[in-house]
C-alpha cells in the first residue's frame, strides 16, 4: 500500500490540504516572506473572488437585489481587507449598491493593508459608502453582511463589548451572512454566525470541525492558486505551496477542487464507440423502492458510460424500460414481498464477463433472502463494487476482495462501521467510503478528502441513490482508481446541485432536476 505522503502527493491535482491555525500561519509566513507586495495581490484575488461568490451563492436565496444594501464589518487585519475588497467588488458590479461599514476597531488601527483596502472602496463608490460606528447607527436590515472582523489567528475570549454586538448581529435582519475564512469569534460561545464561510487561499481544520458547523453554515473554498504546481515567481501571484514544500505539510485531512472533473471536460476520441467507455450493472429495486434503482441507472446514464444493464425484479422491468429505454433491463426473480431472489443470481453470473463495475443496493430493501444474495454476490465478485443503501450491512461490506466504494449517511456508517472512525474503518475494510452529509467525507484509509459542494438541495429522498449512480458509473470508466472515481461523482453532483439551487432556489425542486445540471457542472459553470 502507498504511504499517506504518496498518496496525497498524488492527489494535489484535485485536492488542497486542510491546515491547522498554526500550519497555516507556518505556511503564509512562507509563502509571502513578509513582501507586502504579494499580500496585496493575494488580497486583491481573494476579495474579489468572495465577491463573486457572495453574488453567485446569493442565488440560493433569491434574485440578487439591483441596489443590495452591504453590511462590512471589519476587524484590522487582512480579513477586514479581504471583507473591504469583497465589498468593493461588489459595488462596482452593482452601481445601485451601497455599503455600510464598521471597522470596529476604529480606522487608525487598521494596519497598512486593511487600510488601504478601505481607501480603494471608497474611492471606487465614491457617495455609497457609509462609516458606522456602533450598532444603533445601522439601518433596518441588510441584503449581505461581509464579517472581516477576525482572521484565522483569533484566540478567544471576546471582550465583553464584542460578544454584545456579535449577538445583537446574529438577531438583525441580514438576508445573507458571509464569513471570510473562518467566522469571527470561532472557539468563543459569542461567534458571529455565517450562511456561507468563504476560506480563502486554503481551508483551516476549523471550518470543516463538526463542532463548528452552526457557526460556519456552508463552507465554500475559494482557490487563489496557492497551490499550484510551478508557480514560484509568477508575476500574478506568490510562489506556490509545492515550490515552498516546507511550508506546506501534506496532512491526512484535504479539500476536494474542482479539478476532480478535469477528465470529464476533454474532447473524447472521435474513433471511438460505446465498448470504449465500459459497462456497468445495477442489481437493486425491489416492490417497495421501485423508484430507487431507477434513480441509480438515470445518473448512471449521464455519467458518461457506454453501456449500462440494470437487474430488478422482473415487475418493475416495462415500468423502468419505459423511463430509461437506453439500458438493458434484465428482469430479476422475485421474492414473495417483490425483494429480488437468491435463484437470479445466474442471470449475473452468465452475464458478468461484459461488466466493468457493479452497484448493488439501491431499492433493495432489507429482506433475509435479498441480503444473502448481496452477500454472495459481493463474495465472488471479480470487478469494482459500489455498495449504496440497504445493502450496505456488516454481512455485506467486509466479504470478498474486489475493489469497493461504500456510500453510506451517517445511519447507515453507524450500522457498518459501529464506533470506528471514517479513516480507520475504510483502512480496515480496505474500502474507499463516502460518508455522505452536509461536509460529504470520503476516505481510502490513507486520508479523508472534504466536499464543500451540494448543499440542502441534496437533504431529500433519491439524493443518494442519484450519487451511488454516478458514482458506478465513474468506476465502470476507471475501475482501478475507486478513490477518484468516488471523489469525482461527490463533486459532479455537488456543482450540478450547486446550480440547480442558484437557479431554481432549494425548496421547490425535486431530486431528479439534479441531473440536467450535470452537463452545466462540467463545462465550467460550476462554482
Request: neutral net charge; hydrophobic residues 45%; aromatic residues 6%.
Amino acid at each position: 500500500m502507498a504511504s499517506t505522503l504518496d498518496r496525497t502527493m498524488n492527489s494535489m491535482t484535485f485536492s488542497h490540504p486542510i491546515l491547522t491555525l498554526e500550519d497555516a500561519k507556518r505556511f503564509e509566513e512562507g509563502l509571502f516572506c513578509g513582501d507586502e507586495a504579494k499580500e496585496w495581490q493575494a488580497m486583491t484575488k481573494a476579495g474579489r473572488a468572495v465577491g463573486e461568490a457572495v453574488v453567485a451563492d446569493f442565488g440560493e436565496v433569491g434574485r440578487f437585489p439591483n441596489a443590495p444594501c452591504v453590511l462590512v464589518l471589519a476587524g484590522k487585519g487582512h480579513n477586514g481587507g479581504d471583507a473591504l475588497l469583497a465589498a468593493k467588488a461588489i459595488l462596482e458590479n452593482n452601481l445601485a449598491a451601497c455599503a455600510d461599514i464598521w471597522l470596529l476597531f476604529g480606522e487608525r488601527e487598521l494596519r497598512p493593508l486593511a487600510a488601504r483596502a478601505y481607501r480603494e472602496l471608497v474611492h471606487a463608490a465614491p457617495g455609497r459608502v457609509r462609516l458606522v460606528s456602533r450598532y444603533e447607527s445601522l439601518i433596518e436590515s441588510y441584503d449581505v453582511a461581509l464579517d472581516g472582523v477576525f482572521g484565522f489567528q483569533f484566540r478567544p475570549p471576546l471582550t465583553t463589548l464584542l460578544t454584545e454586538v456579535f449577538a445583537r448581529l446574529n438577531s438583525h435582519p441580514i438576508r445573507f451572512r458571509a464569513a471570510v475564512d473562518l467566522p469571527s469569534g470561532l472557539g468563543d460561545g459569542g461567534v458571529l454566525r455565517a450562511d456561507f464561510t468563504y476560506a480563502t487561499g486554503s481551508v483551516k481544520a476549523p471550518a470543516v470541525d463538526a463542532a463548528n458547523a452552526s457557526a460556519v453554515g456552508r463552507l465554500r473554498y475559494l482557490d487563489l492558486g496557492f497551490f499550484k504546481k510551478g508557480s514560484k515567481g509568477r508575476a500574478d501571484g506568490p510562489s506556490s505551496a509545492e515550490d515552498n514544500a516546507e511550508h506546506c505539510p501534506y496532512l491526512v485531512d484535504r479539500v476536494l477542487t474542482p479539478e476532480v472533473l478535469t477528465p470529464f471536460r476533454c474532447l473524447r476520441n472521435p474513433q471511438s464507440d460505446k465498448r470504449t467507455y465500459c459497462h456497468v450493472f445495477i442489481i437493486g429495486g425491489s416492490r417497495s423502492y421501485p423508484g430507487a434503482v431507477l434513480m441509480s441507472a438515470l445518473a448512471a446514464a449521464r455519467s458518461g458510460i457506454g453501456l449500462i444493464t440494470v437487474f430488478v425484479p422482473e415487475s418493475l422491468v416495462a415500468v423502468c424500460a419505459a423511463r430509461l429505454p437506453e439500458a438493458i433491463w434484465v428482469g430479476w426473480p422475485e421474492t414473495p414481498a417483490g425483494g429480488l431472489a437468491l435463484e437470479g443470481l445466474y442471470l449475473l453470473r452468465e452475464r458478468m464477463d461484459r461488466a466493468d463495475a457493479l452497484l448493488l443496493g439501491p431499492g433493495v430493501a432489507r429482506e433475509p433472502e435479498t441480503l444473502a444474495l448481496m452477500v454472495d454476490i459481493v463474495k465472488t465478485a471479480t470487478v469494482p463494487l459500489v455498495i449504496d443503501a440497504d445493502a450496505l450491512q456488516p454481512e455485506v461490506v467486509r466479504v470478498g476482495s474486489a475493489p469497493r466504494v461504500l456510500t453510506p449517511h451517517a445511519g447507515e456508517f453507524s450500522r457498518i462501521a459501529g464506533s470506528v472512525g471514517l479513516m480507520n474503518f475504510s483502512r480496515e475494510t480496505k474500502a474507499v467510503t463516502v460518508l455522505k452529509g452536509p461536509l460529504t467525507r470520503i476516505s481510502d484509509g490513507l486520508a479523508v478528502y472534504h466536499s464543500c459542494f451540494g448543499g440542502p438541495v441534496l437533504a431529500r429522498g433519491g439524493s443518494g441513490d442519484v450519487l451511488a449512480g454516478l458514482i458506478g458509473g465513474l468506476l465502470a470508466q476507471s475501475p482501478k482508481e475507486p478513490l477518484e472515481a468516488a471523489c469525482r461523482g461527490v463533486v459532479w453532483q455537488g456543482i450540478a446541485a450547486d446550480l440547480l439551487a442558484r437557479n431554481q432556489g432549494q425548496v421547490a425542486v425535486q431530486t431528479t432536476q439534479i441531473l440536467d445540471y450535470l452537463a452545466a457542472a462540467l463545462r465550467n459553470e460550476g462554482p
